[in-house]
């Protein structure tokens, strides 16, 4: 009988083993590449946005020349290019972090994008302008990619960044057109970002007209919202309502990150231009503060995803510390504030000691409390208008008018 060499016959298995090994470490240096890549256009981006803000707080911001803006939109202009690819080789690799990642990579450098070409232009207000267009970039961008992506998630996560671009687009617009000072816009967006973080679960999810449930008293009576149901009806498995669900959540949560900055970047934007000496904004100002820290701390209780816990807490205490900043400007007179500053402290306490008794698992009281929470969520929610009505100055416009 013939004999077989071991080491003949090992030496290719070792050899095989290193190729495969090879072939198995070349898509985790090119996920590595593309992430280097990705990192780039952030950090592009972010030099970018600095270089902005320096350059919008410069004292000679009108006498500047056009080349630096320009130079900084063709840079953005590619560097969305770049995300866009990106994110489109993700979804073909089947690579979701990487094609999410590049997605709001590529949200944000049109963001700065459209900031950058709005130095192109002489206006008389930058901040509106630089809103104006950095929605067009974005609601152009996001036109695109509607119709290069076809992936459940980054799709529902395009539709809910272009809704979002348009309305904000066309409301800079009309304050563009009439002159209308920026915190009035800030004021009216912060209002709308509140409004639609609350109702957002009824403006995204929807049941669509091919889904068709059997239920036994819709079978005995032959009666749906739709009509009657088909002899062929079925029930519907988590197959046939996968892609559906997976762009309602992308929605849920794009349009949650979307209202939550809004509302932050809106809030700092009010306190900064809130007139103090007029005791309708300050009154306004306060309360608007009190407001949005009371629905940012007890919203958290109602949501079940960590994600949006996590998110409304930090900017509740974003609020917070943009408030303390104000305060010296909104409570002038510490004398007369005295008796303020004690009803905060003792307020303070006792919705520590809430916080405390909710924790409970059971029983009346942490019923009770949970009750009492629920309420304090949608009066602070329904006192955001009004309180931002009076603190932006809208009552002094309405008289100039």
Excluded at 79 to 100: E, P
Excluded at 121 to 137: E, K, N, V
Excluded at 387 to 392: G, S
Aim: charge should be positive; aromatic fraction near 8%; hydrophobic fraction near 50%.
């Amino acid at each position: 009988m013939p004999r077989h060499d071991g080491g003949a016959a090992s030496a290719p298995s070792a050899e095989s083993v290193r190729r495969g090994g090879h072939d198995g470490a070349r898509p985790v240096v090119q996920r590595s590449l593309d992430g280097v890549a990705l990192a780039s256009a952030a950090l592009f981006g972010f030099v970018a946005v600095v270089a902005l803000t320096a350059s919008l707080m410069s004292p000679s911001v009108q006498e500047q020349t056009r080349d630096t803006p320009m130079v900084l939109f063709a840079g953005m202009t590619l560097a969305v290019s770049l995300c866009d690819w990106l994110c489109l080789k993700g979804i073909r690799d089947h690579d979701r972090a990487m094609s999410l990642g590049a997605f709001a990579c590529s949200v944000m450098l049109a963001v700065c994008g459209g900031a950058a070409a709005s130095f192109m232009i002489r206006c008389t207000q930058p901040m509106t302008a630089g809103a104006l267009f950095a929605s067009c970039y974005v609601a152009v961008n996001m036109t695109l990619m509607m119709v290069l992506v076809a992936d459940p998630t980054i799709g529902g996560a395009i539709v809910a960044t272009f809704a979002s671009s348009v309305p904000l687009m066309l409301i800079c617009a009309v304050a563009l057109i009439h002159t209308l000072h920026v915190r009035l816009l800030a004021g009216f967006v912060l209002t709308v970002a509140v409004c639609c973080l609350q109702m957002l679960p009824n403006i995204v999810m929807h049941v669509p007209d091919r889904y068709l449930v059997e239920w036994r008293t819709y079978m005995t009576r032959r009666w749906t919202v739709r009509g009657g149901i088909p002899e062929k009806s079925r029930v519907l498995t988590r197959a046939d309502v996968h892609d559906d669900m997976q762009t309602f959540l992308a929605r849920y949560s794009t349009g949650f990150t979307i209202c939550m900055m809004l509302m932050l970047l809106t809030y700092a934007i009010v306190a900064d231009s809130c007139a103090f000496d007029q005791p309708y904004d300050r009154i306004g100002f306060l309360t608007l503060s009190a407001a949005l820290f009371l629905f940012l701390t007890l919203k958290p209780r109602q949501s079940g995803r960590p994600f949006e816990r996590y998110l409304m807490r930090l900017g509740g205490v974003t609020v917070l510390l943009i408030w303390c900043m104000h305060m010296p400007h909104a409570l002038p007179d510490w004398g007369q504030a005295l008796p303020l500053a004690c009803v905060l402290t003792v307020g303070a306490l006792g919705l520590t000691m809430a916080f405390g008794m909710l924790a409970q698992h059971g029983g009346f009281h942490s019923l009770a409390l949970s009750r009492i929470g629920d309420v304090l969520c949608f009066a602070s929610m329904m006192c955001t208008p009004p309180a931002t009505f009076f603190a932006v100055g809208a009552l002094e416009f309405i008289r100039g008018l």
